[in-house]
């Protein structure tokens, strides 16, 4: 075996080649199609880039509204929603999701096949489902959305069972937007591995939902938002930081693979929006002042700049979503990217097959 470069967690390995996005660390800018991901967070809608994921253009106003239409109408049985009651009431959201998004591919024919066109037909329904499944999955009777408020309102509405008004329905819709796609984290490369052995579409995605369950990925929100709870006031989360700090604990919300020395462009995004929200909002008021605080003490004492979850996590507080909900709706949002990514690797395949610096002994007997 010819000599190889061993790097730890693959950092700075090159794993895949892609038309869907990429982080230009330099530019501070996240590129999804050829477009600013902040850009489009500011312009469009979820519906608008999950279409120009899937299809890599953005589409007209009549394709918009009826793509979002068709992700509201996603159907879901009444067998798979059987199986979330019988689910252990202690169960993570996340392992309830999980299951429910394996078992739903076992209804779906076309999510069973493993081509390009087949994941095409069914990524919008997926889309959909996914929304639909997480916002059903602390509830015993399941709530359908409504298509009049959007794809945004309705899914915000069917969480918290309250019409939200445009203004949070619009900050919802651009925290999906900023969860939807970003390039190769590990959830994405799970579903890509997963893709590569030309498992389907739903096989691939609940792998994926495996990944981000894990603290130091899509976990990370929800403890965000423990710890602002814990610390309630902006002096409480700066003595909690630095009791954290002095006992070598990680602080969740900090620091990035890919930006390392400096803010997520996502983390400044979800930062404005709180701050908009804020002036009539009190919880978004409260956590605004105490996230800035823990954000300068980071900064000061790590050189530690927030990630994206750091401020979505009181965004999503503040829009009374519940914090069990966090890291599935992490999922729901980034489905539209793994969808491109399934249909990217389907379209251009070539199996992950990896190998291994071996580090232990040699030649022993039996």
Known sequence: MKSVEYQPGLEGVVAAETEISYLDVEAEEIVVRGYDLLDLAQKRTYPEVAFLLLHGRLPGPEEAEAFAQGLLQAPVPEAVFAILGLLPPEMHPMDRLRTLLSALGGFEEAGQKADAEADLRAGPRLIGQAAILVANLLRTQPRRPKPELGFAGAFLEMITEKVPGEAEARAFDQLLIAYSEHELPNSTFAAR?????????????????ASLKGPLHGGANEAVMEMFLEAETPEGL???????????????GFGHRVY??????RAALMKEVLREMAPGNPRAARYLEVAERGERVMREEKGLYPNLDYYAAPVLYALGVPVPLYTPIFLAARTAGLVAHVVEQHAHNRLFRPRVLYKGPRGLKA
Not at 238 to 252: D, F, G, P, S, T
Not at 260 to 265: H, K, L, S
Request: no cysteine; net charge positive.
């Open 193 to 209: 591995v997963i893709a590569s052995t030309l498992a389907d579409l739903y096989g691939a995605v609940t792998g994926a939902v």
């Open 260 to 265: 390392m020395r400096r803010m997520d462009p």
């Open 238 to 252: 700066e003595r909690l930081v630095r009791e954290r700090l002095a006992r070598k604990e990680r602080i969740m």
